[in-house]
């Protein structure tokens, strides 16, 4: 008796707008990261932004028409991944809402949110993933980005992956899961306290010598980065995909101080 081989599973990258925009080199990190797990992975070019900064906005119309675009685009897919907690917590949390009562979308859109899931903890918790087989070297220290903490509970999925990543050290920051000031269109309407907070949090950041930032959503890492580049910093801010990749080649986010 022979026993039929497991198929791969079949992965629809969300590569975000920030991505595609500003880091292609995450899309790429992120790629890298589900090939070398096994699975089997396509990027729909139907794919637009989430509506979070729609939907943050109280625009429910137009969020739903994006939603709805999404849905088509992935809902065949056995997983959805997104290389963003902030976005990723959009598809998986949010999207219901849109939807509720409708007789044609609601069932639908629960089963394509079932299968959401931020990159890194798609790895860890679901493929069981434990290590990776990068080499970095380099001192880093992690922030939490709200979504990601808060909406899908990811934390120590990012520290048990780096923890594997050879030539590298984490150092723990003080207030690693405070808010960094982005918050999306928040940072745009109110910048003066967007800048209070980030400037604390450059200050944690500083404060443990590493040569290297790292977090899971880009928004958050675009943030920090300018500021420590307006204060003249030499930190590195790199997205997490890219270092448990091992693709470093490219320069930081923000540039050189």
Not at 35 to 55: L, N, S
Not at 79 to 107: N, Q, T
Not at 163 to 186: H, K, N, P, R, Y
Request: proline share 4%.
């Amino acid at each position: 008796m022979t026993t039929q081989a497991k198929k791969p599973p079949r992965v629809g990258l969300f590569v975000t707008c920030l991505v595609d925009l500003f880091r292609p080199s995450v899309g790429f990190a992120a790629l890298r990261l589900l090939e070398d797990a096994g699975c089997v992975v396509e990027v729909p070019r139907t794919q637009t932004c989430c509506g979070q900064p729609a939907y943050n906005s109280g625009d429910r119309a137009d969020s739903r028409e994006i939603a709805i675009n999404t849905i088509r685009a992935f809902e065949d897919y056995d997983y959805i991944v997104a290389p963003s907690g902030s976005c990723a917590g959009m598809l998986k949390k949010h999207y219901p809402g849109l939807f509720a009562g409708d007789r044609e979308w609601e069932a639908r859109c629960a089963a394509f949110s079932a299968k959401v899931h931020e990159l890194v903890s798609f790895l860890t918790d679901v493929l069981q993933a434990k290590t990776v087989a990068a080499r970095v070297e380099t001192s880093v220290t992690y922030h939490d980005s709200c979504s990601g903490l808060r909406e899908l509970g990811i934390q120590h999925q990012p520290r048990q992956l780096l923890g594997s990543v050879g030539g590298l050290s984490l150092i723990e920051m003080q207030e690693a899961d405070v808010c960094c000031g982005f918050g999306g269109t928040f940072c745009v309407k109110y910048p003066e306290i967007s800048n209070a907070i980030v400037g604390k949090k450059i200050g944690n950041i500083a404060a443990t010598g590493a040569e290297t930032l790292l977090a899971g959503d880009l928004g958050c890492l675009m943030n920090m980065a300018g500021k420590l580049k307006r204060e003249g910093s030499r930190v590195e801010v790199r997205h997490v995909a890219e270092v448990l990749a091992g693709m470093t080649d490219t320069p930081p986010i923000g540039g050189r101080a």
